[in-house]
């Protein structure tokens, strides 16, 4: 067996994937083909599920031969899942980092890679540059055989989600959720339960999603992010995220599944 890396090529963004079928995956190329763009920077990714993995960036071309093609990171993320859905996550992540941290932010001073994987340290001051890690909650609330549901304006029509947000400074996660229900809808809930978690490189997310039981409070509007939020039953749930990559439709799914719900597809 070669220990030669596989290769992971990126250009502006996109990753580049083979077509099969109406399916697509990622091309097993340990060395560059000859019709990528000579111009090439390389990160080591390290291992995924026992393969060592290069992210190599190129220049070009934007055309590329039958059957592989640039696909830009959502609909790649949507075509590989469930399976290379982390390791695309992680090599966006990767690649904003490196973009990203070029200059220190405390002094202004050159970064440079410093030797480890994931570390760009300042020339000057030594200040350190690790990939942005944004932790966020989701939670979906049950009272009785119902959930909350709640849309935000710029959702497509009739489509409705959980109740998300980013973690703050100094906050745990259930202190999280607890602000979060309570400045999106007003209401207090109980019962938290850590269910899953999921990267969601958009663009450094880390999706950390609970269940939760109401414990009181009347739905109320309160901070301008929403539109709309209400209850609803397992067997007759509004339009819904329509990517089924996200954790908020595994949890959602999940509830509708639970015949406890008293649902009957
Ligand atoms: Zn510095």
Redesign the pocket.
């Known amino acids: 067996m070669s220990n030669t890396p596989q290769k992971l090529y990126y250009c502006n963004d996109s990753v580049l994937l083979e077509k099969e079928g109406p399916r697509y995956r990622i091309p097993a190329f340990s060395e560059a083909p000859l019709w990528l763009e000579a111009h090439q920077i390389i990160h080591t990714l390290g291992m995924y599920e026992g393969v060592a993995i290069d992210v190599v960036e190129v220049t070009g071309p934007t055309e590329l031969p039958h059957p592989y093609t640039w696909l830009a990171l959502r609909p790649a993320l949507e075509a590989l899942y469930p399976r290379s859905f982390n390791l695309l996550a992680r090599a966006h992540q990767v690649l904003s980092w490196d973009k990203n941290h070029r200059y220190?932010g405390?002094?202004g001073?050159e970064t440079k890679v410093n030797g480890k994987s994931f570390e760009r340290q300042?020339a000057?001051?030594q200040?350190l540059f690790y990939p942005r890690i944004s932790p966020s909650i989701i939670v979906l609330i049950r009272k009785d055989d119902k959930i909350l549901l709640a849309r935000k304006a710029d959702f497509p029509r009739n489509v409705y989600g959980l109740i998300a947000g980013f973690v703050e400074a100094g906050e745990t996660l259930e202190e999280t959720v607890h602000r979060e229900v309570y400045e999106e809808v007003g209401l207090r809930v109980k019962n938290l339960q850590y269910f899953d978690s999921q990267p969601w490189p958009f663009p450094d997310s880390l999706m950390i999603a609970f269940t939760a039981d109401y414990a009181g409070g009347e739905i109320e509007l309160r901070d301008g992010e929403l539109e709309a939020a209400a209850w609803y039953k397992a067997d007759n749930l509004p339009g819904l995220p329509g990517s089924s990559i996200s954790i908020a439709r595994k949890l959602i799914d999940n509830f509708a599944a639970d015949k406890s719900n008293g649902y009957r597809p």
Request: aromatic content about 0%.
């Open positions: 220190c405390r002094c001073a300042c000057s001051c200040l």
